[in-house]
C-alpha cells in the first residue's frame, strides 16, 4: 500500500510517456515496474496507455541508442556483457532487428561476447576450483546444468567443451 501511495496516477502516465520518448515504443507490460499498479488503478494495461495517450503510438522496435545504453548498463551491474538471449537481455529480439549478430550488436556497444585470454585468471582459477570440488562430492564431472556459474563459465572460457579441458589440465598438473 505504501507504493500506490507514491506511485499515483499522475506519475504513471508521465513513467509511460517518458519511455516512449527514450525507448521510441510503448513499453510491453512486463518492462513496466508498476505494471500492476497501473492495472489496479487504472482497471486495465491498455487503460493506462489509453490515460497516458499512448494508445495508438505506433509499436515500433526500440532505439538503437537506448539498447546500446541498456547492455552496456547490464554489463555493468553483470561484470561482464550479457550473453545472448532473454534471459540476461530482455530486449534481444529487439537487437536482432538491427543487428545480424549478438557480436556485432556488443561491439557496437564496445563490448565483447568472450574474455581476451589473459582477463579474469584469479575469477578462471575459482570457477575451475568450485567444479572441482563438485566433482569431488559428486564423484563425476557435474554437467554444465548444475553449475551455477555455467554464464560465467562461457563468457571466460568460450564454451563449456574449453573449460572441461581446462579442469582436466588443472587435474593434471596436480
Given at each position: ?137 559428486m564423484r563425476r564431472f557435474p554437467t554444465m546444468s548444475e553449475c551455477q556459474d555455467f554464464r560465467l563459465i562461457r563468457y571466460y ?12 589440465l588443472r587435474k593434471a598438473a596436480k
Amino acid at each position: 500500500m505504501a507504493e500506490e501511495a507514491i506511485v499515483t496516477k499522475e506519475v504513471i502516465i508521465a513513467e509511460l510517456q517518458q519511455l516512449v520518448a527514450t525507448q521510441g515504443r510503448v513499453p510491453r507490460q512486463s518492462m513496466y515496474e508498476h505494471f500492476k499498479i497501473a492495472c489496479r488503478l487504472f482497471g486495465s494495461w491498455q487503460e493506462a496507455l489509453r490515460a497516458a495517450g499512448l494508445e495508438k503510438v505506433q509499436r515500433r522496435v526500440y532505439k538503437e541508442a537506448f539498447l546500446i545504453e541498456e547492455v552496456q548498463r547490464i554489463a555493468k551491474e553483470l561484470g561482464r556483457p550479457p550473453i545472448s538471449g532473454p534471459y540476461e537481455f530482455p530486449l534481444y529480439m529487439s537487437v536482432m532487428e538491427y543487428y545480424d549478430s549478438w557480436e556485432a550488436f556488443l561491439a557496437r556497444a564496445g563490448l565483447k561476447k568472450f574474455a581476451e585470454a589473459e582477463e579474469g585468471q584469479a575469477i578462471k582459477d575459482k570457477l575451475i576450483d568450485d567444479v572441482l570440488e563438485m566433482e569431488q562430492i559428486m564423484r563425476r564431472f557435474p554437467t554444465m546444468s548444475e553449475c551455477q556459474d555455467f554464464r560465467l563459465i562461457r563468457y571466460y572460457f568460450g564454451s563449456w567443451k574449453n573449460f572441461k579441458a581446462a579442469c582436466e589440465l588443472r587435474k593434471a598438473a596436480k
